[in-house]
């Protein structure tokens, strides 16, 4: 429905990048995205309009988003991010711009949108 991976595609990279920095020592940081009041316009708007929501939500990740990491929708409305090569410093930086884009954003159906961030990174230690 959004055009994001699926959660099994998400995990698969996760692990891939993982074992990338074993063998390289590149960092890897996760990014979650819960959407706050999802629930709130399906029940008002309808099933319709929350979908519109997260298609809206998929095209400003994508769009805010270097196109070697990897965006999926994990489960309804929470978005998961690898972001390759990144740092937990490139990942939070990451989180305030989407949070502002977010915060900026209109939605067809009216109401702003604001949204809980979950940060991880993994770096190798020499």
């Known amino acids: 429905m959004t055009?994001?991976?699926n959660?099994?595609?998400f995990s698969i990279r996760l692990?891939?990048?993982?074992?990338h920095l074993r063998r390289s020592n590149h960092p890897v940081s996760v990014v979650l995205l819960r959407l706050d009041g999802?629930?709130?316009v399906s029940d008002e708007r309808g099933r319709g309009a929350a979908d519109e929501t997260l298609r809206a939500v998929a095209e400003i990740l994508l769009k805010q988003t270097w196109g070697i990491n990897v965006v999926?929708?994990?489960?309804?409305?929470?978005f998961a991010v690898v972001m390759v090569?990144?740092?937990?410093?490139?990942a939070r930086l990451y989180?305030?711009?989407i949070r502002c884009v977010l915060s900026s954003a209109t939605f067809g159906h009216g109401?702003?949108?604001t949204a809980r961030f979950g940060t991880a990174s993994l770096s190798a230690c020499r």
């Open 3 to 5: 055009g994001l991976y």
């Open 7 to 9: 959660r099994q595609f």
């Open 15 to 19: 692990d891939e990048e993982v074992s």
């Open 38 to 40: 999802l629930g709130r």
């Open 72 to 78: 999926s929708r994990y489960e309804g409305g929470l």
């Open 85 to 90: 090569g990144t740092s937990l410093a490139g």
């Open 95 to 97: 989180v305030e711009r």
């Open 111 to 113: 109401h702003p949108f």
